[in-house]
C-alpha cells in the first residue's frame, strides 16, 4: 500500500513545473486518508476474490 501512496506522490509532484509544499503535503495526507478509509474494503474484495 505504501509503496504505491509514494509512488503517486513522487509521480505527481515531478508532474509539475512547480513544487509547492503545502499543497503536496495536503495531496499526501487526502491521499493517505482515503487508502486508509479503503483499505478494508480492498482487503475483504481480495479475500472474496481467492476464495
Known amino acids: 500500500m505504501f ?4 509512488r503517486l506522490i ?3 509532484s515531478r508532474s509539475r ?6 499543497i503536496d ?4 495526507a487526502a ?3 482515503a487508502l486508509q ?3 478494508p ?3 475483504e474484495e481480495i479475500r472474496e476474490e481467492f476464495r
Open 41 to 43: 474494503q480492498i482487503r
Open 25 to 28: 503535503a495536503d495531496l499526501s
Open 17 to 22: 513545473q512547480m513544487v509547492n509544499t503545502r
Open 31 to 33: 491521499v493517505q486518508n
Open 10 to 12: 513522487i509521480s505527481f
Open 37 to 39: 478509509t479503503l483499505l
Open 3 to 6: 509503496w504505491f501512496y509514494n
